[in-house]
Structure formats: C-alpha cells, structure tokens
C-alpha cells in the first residue's frame, strides 16, 4: 500500500510554514502512521489543512490555476499566506509500498505579471538504490515548464540540485554522455498544468506514471446527507463519489457485486444503529434510484430522504471503508458532525483497522474537534494545530509530549486529556 510520510506546507493560507511526519532531509523524524487525526480549535486552520490535500489534487486534475479557484477559494492571492510575497509550496514524501524507496515530490506556484498562476518549478526525487545517505537525484526537474526527465525506472541526475543550468548546457553538447542518453528535455505547451499530470501518462515515465496513479487515487471526502438524499438514475457504480450524491448507484453496484460484504455492512450497522435491519434499492418507473432503509418496527420502508444525517454517514463511511479497491489516501473533514458521541469510538476504530488492515486498505488523514473521537486514537496518531502569536499556525504530535505519553500509559484516555487542556502548548510548557 502507498503512503505518505511526511508533508510539509509553506505560504497556504495560515500555514505559512509546517511539516507533518518524516521528508527526505529530516530522517530523525517519525513517518505519519497510516491512520492520523488532526485536532485543534475553531479557527486554527484544519479545513486549510484538509483543503491543502484537496487544492493538489485539483491542481493534477484541472490545472494550478482552475484549482486556484475552484471550491470558493477566491483566487491565488487569496490563497497565498498574508503578507507574504514567495510562492505557495508544498512536499510531499511517499513510499509506493513498504519495500520500495521512498520519493519526494515539490511543487512551487508563483504568479506572473498578468496575475495568473503557474507553476513555477517542480520536482520527482529519490535515492539511488543502495544509497542511504546524501542528497536524492531527481528524475524529474522543471522550471517555468521546461525542465529534464529521466526515462526508466532507476538512477536520476547527479548534481541538478546545485546548477541546474549547468547540467542542462551539458545535456545540450553535441556528444552525449551516458547520463544524458537516459534523459529528455522536455517543454510544456501550458506552465499552469503539471508536468506529471503531462509525463505521467507516458509508458517511458514509470515512476511519474506511479506517483501520478497514486494522487488521483486520492479520496477527499466532501460528503454531506443532502446530497446522499438525491434521486440518481440507476445503475451500478464501483465507487462512492466525494459528494456522496451517488450513495444508492454504490448499492445496487454491492449487492449484485459483493453480497457478503454488503451484508457485513449492514450487520455493522444493526448493531450500531438499532431498528436498522434492511438497506436496498428500489428503481421508480422514470429511471429513478432510491434507497430504502427497513425498519425493525415497521412494515413499510423509510427511504433516505427521512432518514437522519448520522444514520447516512456512518453507512456511507462503511461502505467507502469496504471498497473493494479502496483509494490509497483517505481524507476526510470532521467526520463526527451530525453523529452520536457513543458512535465517534467506532468509527475511529474502523477507521484505524481499515488503514492498519493486513490487505492493505487506506491511509486515513481526518481533522476532527471531538474529544471522543480522539479517545480511540493513540498519541502517536495525533497531530494537535495550533495559532502562534503571528496568527499563522504551528503544528506538533502528541507523542512529542512526555507527559502526555506517560498519562496514556496510565490508561487515560487521549480525548479526555485534550478536553481537559492537557494537550495545550502553554499547559504542558508549565508542567
């Protein structure tokens, strides 16, 4: 399963600077784990956070500068950190299984003099296999859209980081040498698209094919009960949707699909939910989908238009958690609204077996504020954001805390300390 280690965030609204878990140049660090919850205040900047995932993401698919706007951003200027003048940048350091090197992508976004964005430089990096220690040879290198890639699956260019120009003067001698035979020099035809999204869906480019692959797997979860409350034409489909809106079209696709799995969903949610003892569909005569919930006490079915938030997205979480070709990265927003509090211990720890799971499921990233929910975690799993004095945000794990790990030793539940400000910056300076 692929994963992400490390992550850092410079110039994105209030994190003007942060890195989460292990990159390529802080070893010592610990990798996130393949279940991390970020915790912190209203206004602290977890739906920045969330949203940091979201905007690379709509970055590959539409462009930097479509995804600048996309989602009530407002814009580049809007998005970049106040006050700030550099570009917008972001790290990201991942393994494509647990064996395999890890890589490191960055991606910096400027703006030009007519104020639109581009991509301003980006990069694709790993170590050479044996090498453990220096710095890791890029196999893909551009600025202002024209740049060098390393074709294959092995090796990358010695030296780039240092004079990128020198090297690319000697890629251009009229004798190659054998390093340069392996490179191409490449120059996109738009700087506001990316260049993996270009390269990686050429067979020649197989590691950029790779890390391409793994980001449009990703799954961010926009998910809200209005939408899972639509009527959509029927039909079968693998795959629920970020918005939730094809919830029944995931159903039909499970029941004639996969029966059993769709019954231990359902099994799930009797013992969770009481009174829920049947979920199927029913097609109206206008091609219609509905989705019928049957009740324990009644004889005729509650369809989910009368059904309760809570009672959708816990379902509709459980049937993302059985995809039977889960996404590599699973990234969800406050997961807890509109659920009951006995119910967040739960579905933490589906969460967590789903990510942890010897098939190999999900890395799952969620922010939440409910202390229950944190309850089921443990601190390595916890990443508390924070406001500085500057008003940007700072971010630390909680495992980081002596402490705090000696109380969860103790058997005190991580939510609990959070609730009662034990996680806080200034409360744990003091003791």
Not at 144 to 156: F, I, M, P, T, Y
Not at 335 to 358: D, I, Q, S
Request: contains cysteine; hydrophobic residues 35%.
């Amino acid at each position: 399963m692929a994963k992400i280690e490390g992550f850092r965030i410079k110039n994105f609204g209030v994190l003007k600077e942060v890195t989460l878990g292990r990159l390529w140049n802080q070893q010592g660090a610990e990798p996130l784990t393949p279940m991390t919850a970020v915790i912190g205040k209203n206004g602290v900047g977890k739906s920045t956070l969330f949203d940091a995932f979201g905007f690379l993401s709509d970055c590959l698919k539409s462009g930097v500068e479509e995804a600048c706007d996309a989602r009530a951003r407002g814009g580049f200027r809007k998005i970049r950190s106040q006050g700030q003048t550099g570009p917008i940048e972001f790290e990201l350091y991942y393994k494509e299984n647990g064996n395999a090197r890890p890589i490191t992508y960055e991606l910096s976004i400027a703006i030009d003099s007519s104020d639109r964005p581009y991509v301003l430089k980006e990069r694709l990096r790993q170590r050479r296999r044996g090498q453990r220690r220096g710095w890791p040879f890029s196999f893909l290198i551009l600025e202002n859209g024209r740049g060098l890639v390393w074709k294959g699956e092995q090796e990358g260019f010695d030296g780039i980081e240092d004079d990128f120009l020198n090297f690319f003067r000697k890629l251009m001698k009229e004798e190659p040498s054998e390093e340069s035979r392996e490179t191409e020099v490449v120059e996109l035809e738009d700087r506001r698209k990316l260049g993996i999204a270009t390269l990686g869906s050429l067979k020649q480019h197989p590691r950029i094919s790779a890390f391409r692959r793994f980001m449009e797997g990703w799954y961010l979860s926009y998910f809200t009960p209005d939408a899972a409350r639509s009527l959509p034409l029927a039909g079968p489909q693998k795959h629920l949707n970020i918005h939730g809106d094809n919830l029944g079209n995931v159903v039909q696709f499970m029941e004639r699909q996969y029966p059993k799995r769709f019954q231990n969903i359902l099994n799930t949610i009797t013992e969770k939910i009481p009174g829920v003892g049947k979920i199927d569909t029913e097609k109206t005569s206008d091609g219609r989908l509905l989705l019928r919930f049957n009740d324990k006490g009644f004889q005729d079915p509650f369809y989910a238009q009368q059904m309760s938030d809570g009672t959708l997205k816990v379902f509709a979480y459980l049937l993302l958690l059985e995809d039977p070709t889960p996404p590599p990265f699973l990234c969800i927003e406050e997961p807890e609204n509109g659920l009951y509090h006995k119910l967040l211990e739960f579905l933490a720890t589906e969460f967590r077996a789903h990510a942890t799971g010897r098939k190999g499921g999900s890395q799952v990233f969620v922010t939440t504020h409910q202390p229950y929910l944190v309850d089921a975690l443990e601190p390595k799993e916890v990443w508390i954001l924070e406001k500085g004095q500057d008003g940007f945000s700072t971010i630390r794990r909680a495992s980081d805390d002596r402490l705090v790990q000696n109380m969860v030793a103790e058997g005190l539940p991580l939510g609990g300390l959070w609730y009662s400000d034990y996680l806080d910056a200034g409360r744990a300076d003091a003791l």
